[in-house]
């Protein structure tokens, strides 16, 4: 079974500039989470779906973030404009079904930097 | 707001050693609490996870020991080996079906076995 596919595995961009990071889920799971990991920390939950619908994106800063899923399937994850408190690693994680969150399958991560 | 404490942030076992993490939380609608591993470069993978309906998990030489009335958990690691070097999270979540909802992590514990 493949796992959850994250592109691209590293960026580097300037403040201000704009980014996107794309997520394939696992085959069938129609849940989706992005979830950031600043160094150090654990991750925190940005935004989840299900299937194409948001279900939780109350810790998503909305002025600069925004995030997609369409068709229930891929997800893009994007910043604009970036601020250095942005470097971190974005995760996306995907499940079966809802209420299977602690049961998700995690991506290897996108490393942004802010420079 | 830091809803689950993790400590120690870092621990250094010898091989074949008890390493022990633990972690105390504060919101008493957690009713999941799982364990994740996570390997440099790679993303968090569930190790075990435990219910608030039983005070000890054992998965091989892993083990979850849960203390509902003082909100605590621990991670028991026995025989620690080399391989076992990571950095560990635990997470609570909440939901009628095996927290179903967002995962909240701790700050994680770096691990590593020495020989």
């Known amino acids: 079974e493949a796992g959850v596919a994250q592109s691209p595995r590293y960026k580097i961009i300037e403040k201000r500039q704009s980014v996107a990071f794309w997520c394939n889920p696992i085959s069938g799971h129609a849940t989706l989470y992005w979830y950031q990991q600043i160094l150090g920390q654990g991750p925190k939950l940005l935004i989840q779906f299900q299937n194409n619908g948001v279900v939780d994106d109350s810790q998503l800063p909305k002025d600069r973030f925004s995030a997609e899923r369409l068709k229930g399937v891929d997800s893009t994850l994007k910043i604009q404009p970036a601020k250095l408190e942005d470097s971190a690693v974005y995760l996306c994680?995907?499940?079966?079904?809802?209420?299977?969150?602690?049961?998700?399958?995690f991506g290897q991560g996108t490393r942004l930097t802010v420079v | 707001q830091q809803q689950v404490k993790q400590s120690p942030q870092s621990l250094i076992v010898q091989k074949g050693g008890i390493s022990i993490i633990n972690c105390a939380y504060e919101?008493?609608?957690?009713?999941?609490f799982p364990w994740y591993q996570q390997f440099p470069g790679k993303g968090p993978a569930l190790l075990i996870a435990i219910r608030p309906d039983v005070s000890e998990k054992k998965e091989g030489r892993f083990t979850i020991s849960f203390n509902k009335s003082a909100k605590q958990f621990s991670l028991h690691i026995m025989d620690s080996q080399p391989g076992d070097s990571a950095t560990y999270f635990c997470a609570a979540s909440k939901g009628p079906n095996f927290g179903n909802e967002k995962l909240t992590f701790g700050t994680g514990t770096r691990l590593t076995i020495i020989p």
């Open positions: 994680a995907s499940s079966s079904a809802r209420g299977s969150g602690a049961h998700a399958f």
């Open positions: 919101n008493t609608a957690f009713d999941y």
